[in-house]
T-cell receptor
């Protein structure tokens, strides 16, 4: 089945230790998104790629970076995680002007 | 400005009762609207969508929603709740071709 895959599902890191979250898709969608979701809140968009074009949300901290080496893969890098960065991170894909398909998420814990 | 408002952060119904989750939107252009469901520790899953055409939209798991332009509403309903419907529900608006504006979410509780 075509799908969005996120690895790992659970990630524990230490305060200030860089961490990378991974997303891959078999849907061949040209748009990929990263969201941060904290408990009992709606997902908050961090950035998205339209093909290779990167679009950062104005309020996304510089601590968060992303890479999209090809159509199928997208990475979220958190350079120096703080306690406030503990959250669920959701990857999603879409075609333009269409609904988004979400991965299962990566739950990040910062110790 | 585009926005989505979900009325009620928590809704509780008995098993077998009608489910009604309310959503109002604001959009300067004809809206594309969605309902997503999220189960604990999972991603969001599309329940249904409205783009153009028929204003009554049917989705998965017996849910449906009606687009009412005059009321700027897109309420989600299900005639008979099941225990497995307990989850978080998000109403959403597509804007600018790429961005999805989510409502704050409504947690549905289903009592036995």
């Amino acid at each position: 089945d075509a799908m969005v895959i996120q690895n790992p599902r659970y990630q524990v890191t230490q305060f200030g230790k860089p961490v990378t979250l991974s997303c891959s898709q078999t849907l061949n969608h040209n748009v990929m998104y990263w969201y941060q979701q904290k408990s009992s809140q709606a997902p908050k968009l961090l950035f998205h790629y339209y093909d290779k074009d990167f679009n950062n949300e104005a309020d996304t901290p510089d601590n968060f970076q992303s890479r999209r080496p090809n159509t199928s893969f997208c990475f979220l890098d958190i350079r120096s995680p703080g306690l406030g960065d503990a959250a669920m991170y959701l990857c999603a894909t879409s075609r333009v002007v269409n609904e988004q398909f979400f991965g299962p998420g990566t739950r990040l814990t910062v110790l | 400005a585009q926005s989505v408002t979900q009325l009620g952060s928590h809704v509780s119904v008995s098993e077998g009762a009608l489910v009604l989750l309310r959503c109002n939107y604001s959009s300067s252009v004809p809206p594309y609207l969605f309902w997503y469901v999220q189960y604990p520790n999972q991603g969001l899953q599309l329940l249904l969508k409205y783009t153009t055409g028929a204003t009554l939209v049917k989705g998965i798991n017996g849910f449906e929603a009606e687009f009412k332009k005059s009321e700027t509403s897109f309420h989600l309903t299900k005639p008979s709740a099941h225990m497995s419907d307990a989850a978080e529900y998000f109403c959403a608006l597509l804007w600018g071709g790429f961005k999805t504006i989510f409502g704050a979410g409504t947690r549905l509780f289903v009592k036995a």
